[in-house]
């Protein structure tokens, strides 16, 4: 892999002094590069990597429900070019990682990418965001190569009601991985998409869960991210109501604010259970100040916004020879200068959906 070390040391480079981070005489490694930083000042650390967008579920709120054009096979990034993204990523600074999809593991050898993941990079936080049907055998792995948290997304606990959000009759799987997650002593957080006239009627299930598991279960408000989804103003649920509702049942405790651990959920301990409630408000109440994460398509687009449509393309610079690990970390650089408040564009937006790409092809 290409070492980047900077010509002139000693001059520092235009980030350590803008950034204030310290000029390069005071940094102990001379060729470590100054962090990533977005032109709002935000430092990037987290990188939500797509391995692929396709499922095998049909989530009404995350496809459209018109036939799906998959990503054509030559277009999708090879593993050793996402680890090699990863590389350069984890130089630039990003220490935690997270697969997505489509479903991950709906990618042939997903488990030897995670386990090269590892071997190459073991000091990387590896996460995982899986709608956990295919999940039960790769949970060993998981242990072995250090997955610390799985996110599960699991919309409703009754059985005909998943069946409907998701097209599929998936959802005794999901619960067998979820429990055999717990056994590993892998922790589990569970994303519920909360949906008006669709989930908003079962808060017992969603209360008992957290009462009797030691999850945290985090809602999340519906966001209007490409065209066909269900989404529309009725089906909005937002966090402040689902909180009202959950609180006619269960005393919520706030927890102490970690942002790095909780990332955007507001989370909340439930008087007497094993488990916490959380809300991740992505539409009512924006967390945009504290984004410190880009996300790349398994196409090989660097988006640097869930809400931005602008994408970075870099797979011919991977597949260029003649394109160095500089070469890339210098588009990077430049689209972190370009990388806006999302809740600009929300605010900002002229009809329901934020955003064209349908969420499966970014990977939340
Ligand atoms: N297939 C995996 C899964 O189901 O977790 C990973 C991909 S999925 C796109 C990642 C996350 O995005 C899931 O937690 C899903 O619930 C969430 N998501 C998808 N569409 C959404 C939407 N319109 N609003 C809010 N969350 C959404």
């Given at each position: ?193 909360a ?5 908003d009627?079962?808060m017992?299930?969603f209360v008992?869960?957290v ?6 279960l985090r809602f999340?408000e ?15 649920w937002p966090a402040a109501d689902i909180r009202a509702e959950a609180e006619r049942r269960v005393r919520l405790v706030p ?10 959920a507001r989370m909340f301990?439930v ?5 916490r409630l959380g809300f991740i408000t992505?539409?009512s109440c ?79």
């Amino acid at each position: 892999m290409q070492a980047d070390v900077n010509p002139f040391p000693l001059l520092g480079n235009r980030h350590d002094v803008e950034e204030g981070v310290g000029t390069a005489c005071e940094r102990a490694d001379f060729s470590a590069p100054a962090p990533l930083v977005d032109g709002h000042g935000r430092v990037v650390r987290y990188l939500r990597l797509s391995v692929t967008d396709r499922c095998n579920l049909r989530c009404m709120y995350c496809c459209s429900n018109a036939r799906q054009t998959c990503i054509p096979h030559t277009q999708v990034l090879r593993y050793e070019e996402m680890a090699r993204m990863v590389g350069i990523m984890a130089r630039l600074g990003v220490t935690k990682v997270r697969l997505t999809g489509g479903e991950p593991f709906a990618r042939k050898g997903c488990d030897g990418f995670l386990y090269m993941l590892h071997s190459r990079f073991p000091d990387m936080d590896l996460r995982l965001t899986t709608n956990g049907t295919l999940l039960e055998p790769h949970i060993p792995l998981l242990r072995q190569v250090g997955v610390k948290a799985v996110n599960l997304s699991l919309d409703s606990f009754d059985r005909e009601t998943f069946a409907k959000v998701t097209g599929r009759d998936m959802q005794p799987a999901v619960l067998s991985a979820l429990d055999r997650l717990l056994s590993a002593g892998i922790r589990v957080k569970v994303n519920a998409v909360a949906m008006r006239g669709v989930n908003d009627g079962q808060m017992d299930d969603f209360v008992h869960a957290v009462r009797t598991m030691p999850i945290d279960l985090r809602f999340i408000e519906f966001m209007p991210m490409g065209s066909g989804t269900l989404w529309n103003a009725g089906t909005f649920w937002p966090a402040a109501d689902i909180r009202a509702e959950a609180e006619r049942r269960v005393r919520l405790v706030p927890e102490k604010e970690d942002r790095a651990e909780a990332g955007p959920a507001r989370m909340f301990r439930v008087k007497g259970g094993k488990g916490r409630l959380g809300f991740i408000t992505a539409v009512s109440c924006h967390f945009c100040g504290s984004c410190n994460r880009l996300r790349l398509t398994s196409d090989g687009n660097l988006r640097t916004c869930l809400f931005d449509d602008r994408e970075y393309a870099l797979r011919h610079f991977l597949r260029d020879p003649a394109m160095t690990d500089a070469d890339i970390e210098r588009t990077i650089r430049k689209a972190c200068t370009e990388k806006p408040v999302g809740a600009e564009l929300l605010a900002n937006r002229s009809g329901d959906e934020v955003a064209a790409r349908q969420m499966v092809g970014i990977g939340g």
